[in-house]
């Protein structure tokens, strides 16, 4: 019987970081794989939390430089002098990133495959998250339709995420033993502050969904 593994699109948030959790738990630690991205994002510290977290986790990280996406789109997670802004008017937010995702999704897909790896995981969620057209369901269905008639190969692409809240996310790492571990040690702010702005976007619905889950819950 062939071991399942497990790769995991890993950025050092609390997203991607609750899935590396899950998926060592649920394919053994040495089943995992971890594989990031510099995408030429405007801060540093995001990379910087990922390979602190993967060698903490003992997850072997593989980081592949896809900055040469900056040659043919512009936005604020990868041009600092634009300020964040959230989506306004029905346009998306700025901090969209066109084919961000898709881009990842291949090249995790291309790596997968010489490993010998058919399941990878990413942390996109259509429930509480800011808009983005390749967070959504389809978008993910699609994508691995067409990985498998490229690469004729069986991918898996799992959404462990998908239809949860960010407090449910929050109950998760909860659950798996790692809430404090993931409030302390990933990263989600837009601006690149350790600890988090508490002003932008992603802080704003991090930081909300914490409060909701501590609420509700009995901690």
């Known amino acids: 019987m062939q071991t399942r593994k497990a790769l995991v699109i890993f950025s050092g948030g609390q997203d991607s970081t609750t899935c590396l959790l899950q998926a060592i738990a649920d394919y053994g630690r040495e089943n995992v794989q971890a594989i990031s991205f510099h995408y030429g994002q405007r801060h540093a510290i995001e990379l910087e939390k990922a390979k602190w977290i993967a060698k903490d986790l003992g ?13 043919t789109t512009n ?7 634009q300020e964040i802004k959230a989506a306004q008017d029905g346009d998306y937010p700025n901090t969209f990133v066109d084919g961000r995702n898709m881009l990842f999704l291949l090249l995790a897909g291309c790596h997968a495959k010489q490993q010998g790896i058919a399941d990878i995981i990413i942390g996109v969620c259509e429930t509480d998250f800011s808009g983005y057209p390749d967070c ?32 449910q996310t929050w109950e998760m790492a909860d659950k798996l033993g790692y809430l404090d571990y993931v409030q302390q040690h990933t990263h989600t702010c837009y601006y690149g502050v350790d600890g988090g702005c508490s002003k932008c976007p992603s802080c704003l619905l991090r930081d909300k969904g914490l409060q909701e889950y501590m609420a509700g819950s009995a901690r």
């Open 59 to 71: 997850i072997k990280q593989t980081v592949i430089d896809t900055s040469v996406i900056k040659q």
């Open 75 to 81: 936005n604020a997670l990868i041009d600092d002098s």
């Open 136 to 167: 959504r369901d389809i978008f993910i269905k699609s994508m691995n339709v067409s990985m498998n008639l490229a690469m004729d190969y069986a991918f898996n692409l799992i959404t462990p995420l998908m239809y949860l809240t960010k407090a």
